[in-house]
């Protein structure tokens, strides 16, 4: 049930110590990201590479992958791992789940865990939620993404999710990620 005999989906989970949100994490696994702008097949690859770092410490992979594109549960352990480095963390788990609990909270999917699950129909707010980011349905300051902004100086909709990511790590903190 929800992937838990799949040592990979429970490889991802524990990353970022999704304990809460099996259902959501298997809802998220479930379903592909799809790059809507050249840049951000870069976030997709590095979603896939997840798998690879697996298959280096434990061999193979597991029934649940889907092995030829990035799933939205590998984009956003990929993301918060990221962020996590940049932000002068060295992308273990408790700096990765960090920012993967931002994820959800910026999504609006923090109160899908399994405890509301079926109360609050986890499915159509999951399936929702990936269709809005996926193909980019959310507000011109990234309200309803990944990363929306208070002080946006471009539509976020046409932002690759690098510099969406990097905006939004600017404007949260008191480190200047801007990139010229």
């Given at each position: 049930?929800?992937?838990?005999?799949?040592?990979?989906?429970?490889?991802?989970?524990?990353?970022?110590?999704?304990?809460?949100?099996?259902?959501?994490?298997?809802a998220l696994h479930k379903r592909k990201f799809?790059?809507?702008?050249?840049?951000?097949?870069?976030?997709?690859?590095?979603?896939?590479?997840?798998?690879?770092?697996?298959?280096?410490?434990?061999?193979?992979?597991?029934?649940?992958?889907?092995?030829?594109?990035?799933?939205?549960?590998?984009?956003?352990?990929?993301?918060?791992?990221?962020?996590?480095?940049?932000?002068?963390?060295?992308?273990?788990?408790?700096?990765?789940?960090?920012?993967?609990?931002?994820?959800?909270?910026?999504?609006?999917?923090?109160?899908?865990?399994?405890?509301?699950?079926?109360?609050?129909?986890?499915?159509?707010?999951?399936?929702?939620?990936?269709?809005?980011?996926?193909?980019?349905?959310?507000?011109?300051?990234?309200?309803?993404?990944?990363?929306?902004?208070?002080?946006?100086?471009?539509d976020q909709r046409g932002v690759d999710i690098?510099?969406?990511?990097?905006?939004?790590?600017?404007?949260?903190?008191?480190?200047?990620?801007?990139?010229?």
């Amino acid at each position: 049930m929800y992937g838990q005999e799949d040592p990979y989906f429970n490889w991802l989970c524990a990353t970022v110590n999704n304990r809460d949100y099996i259902q959501l994490a298997w809802a998220l696994h479930k379903r592909k990201f799809q790059a809507k702008l050249p840049m951000d097949k870069n976030r997709g690859m590095d979603g896939i590479r997840l798998r690879v770092d697996f298959m280096e410490r434990y061999g193979e992979l597991g029934s649940s992958v889907n092995r030829t594109g990035c799933t939205m549960l590998e984009l956003l352990v990929a993301i918060a791992k990221k962020m996590s480095f940049l932000m002068g963390g060295n992308a273990e788990h408790h700096h990765t789940a960090y920012y993967f609990s931002i994820l959800l909270k910026n999504l609006k999917l923090e109160k899908l865990t399994d405890d509301n699950w079926y109360r609050l129909n986890g499915e159509f707010f999951v399936e929702d939620t990936v269709f809005r980011v996926v193909d980019r349905q959310y507000d011109y300051n990234g309200n309803g993404g990944l990363f929306p902004l208070h002080n946006a100086s471009e539509d976020q909709r046409g932002v690759d999710i690098w510099y969406q990511m990097h905006a939004w790590l600017t404007e949260n903190s008191d480190v200047n990620l801007t990139i010229d």
